[in-house]
């Protein structure tokens, strides 16, 4: 069986041509803008990831690490360490005073800070 081309009349064009006019008006314009603003945003995020990782690795981070960097040193930071018992604090504050590092005014305030909790 043998289909002629006169079967696809359909997918001619308006000048006859056996080109389609699928691209032609509005739609055509549509699928430029789309495709142009989908190649551009790759683009975009392609050279805004090179960038970073060449910046991080110019500071010695590993890009392929940094998230477990990051969570390595808020493990060791003070700001998660557990708070140190109130008669440690205390004991602390007393050794100062006794040391001369801080006035009876600024001991007796300390003190009252640490005991408020």
Known sequence: MVLSWSAFSELEGPDGSGMSDLFGGWFGIAF??????????????????????????????????????????????????????????????????ARGVNSDEEHRAARAEALRG
């Open 32 to 97: 430029g803008v789309v495709a142009a603003l989908t190649i551009l945003t790759t683009l975009t995020i392609v050279v805004l990831t090179l960038h970073r990782g060449k910046r991080m690795a110019d500071r010695g981070q590993n890009p392929l690490t940094l998230q477990e960097d990051i969570a390595y040193q808020a493990m060791r930071s003070r700001t998660l360490a557990p708070e140190k018992p109130l008669e440690q604090r205390l004991a602390e504050l007393d050794d100062l005073h």
